[in-house]
């Protein structure tokens, strides 16, 4: 089997990469993070139970996963998914940085190696124990126009029904569609075999590493 290329991963990954910076979001509504973010209470693995946006690079990809992490000068972002096709499983690493000095909202920051663009990572909700609601703004190859990608990120993979409630009542409050986001396959039948913890710790040691480098 050829298992897919990391870096075609990497060149256009969220979870989190291949969009454009803060001051390249024209053409994207006009949103608003939380401006209290905590960080060291968003650590820790996030489901993603659904995306709304075009992403090519999970095409065929189930079960995917972000694991964020606290290093010395930034946060460790650990990206998984498993190929339906394959069944392999792909893990990707990069770094988070705070996009303003201040530290007190939710805008990030996100690199990847072997990325020439730098993602923006937007919370615009969460209450750090179930969900999370995540926006990006990517700038097509083209420069013709820019679209919103969205995340809806579960700390587990099932999910109570108030917790989704709740979701879709904060998707309302940000004027975001729950009809236009695409659920992600997360299922025990897809994703046994999934959780590689020694992959995850190498893929930290990388990213620290990385971190170390910049």
Not at 13 to 22: E, F, I
Request: aromatic share 8%; with cysteine; proline share 2%.
């Amino acid at each position: 089997m050829i298992r897919r290329s990391l870096l075609s991963v990497t060149a256009a990954l969220v979870l989190l990469s291949g969009s454009c910076t803060a001051q390249e979001t024209m053409g994207c509504a006009d949103r608003s993070a939380i401006n209290d973010f905590n960080a060291t209470l968003y650590m820790g693995k996030w489901y993603e139970y659904a995306k709304m946006g075009s992403m090519p690079y999970e095409e065929g990809g189930v079960c995917v996963t972000a694991e964020y992490s606290m290093s010395s000068n930034n946060i460790t972002v650990v990206n998984s998914m498993k190929d339906n096709t394959t069944h392999e499983v792909n893990t990707t690493t990069g770094w988070a940085e705070f996009a303003s000095e201040l530290h007190t909202d939710g805008k990030l920051n996100v690199h990847f190696p072997n990325s020439p663009s730098v993602g923006n990572y937007w919370i615009l909700s969460t209450d750090y124990d179930n969900y999370s609601i995540v926006w990006s703004c990517v700038k097509r190859p083209d420069n013709a126009a820019s679209s919103e990608i969205s995340w809806i990120l579960l700390r587990s993979r099932n999910s109570s029904n108030m917790t989704l409630e709740r979701v879709e009542d904060e998707l309302k409050n940000l004027q975001l569609d729950l009809n236009k986001y695409t659920k992600t396959e997360q299922s025990a039948k897809y994703c046994a075999g999934a959780e590689h913890v020694v992959g995850a710790m190498l893929s930290v040691a990388i990213a620290s590493l990385f971190a170390l480098l910049h």
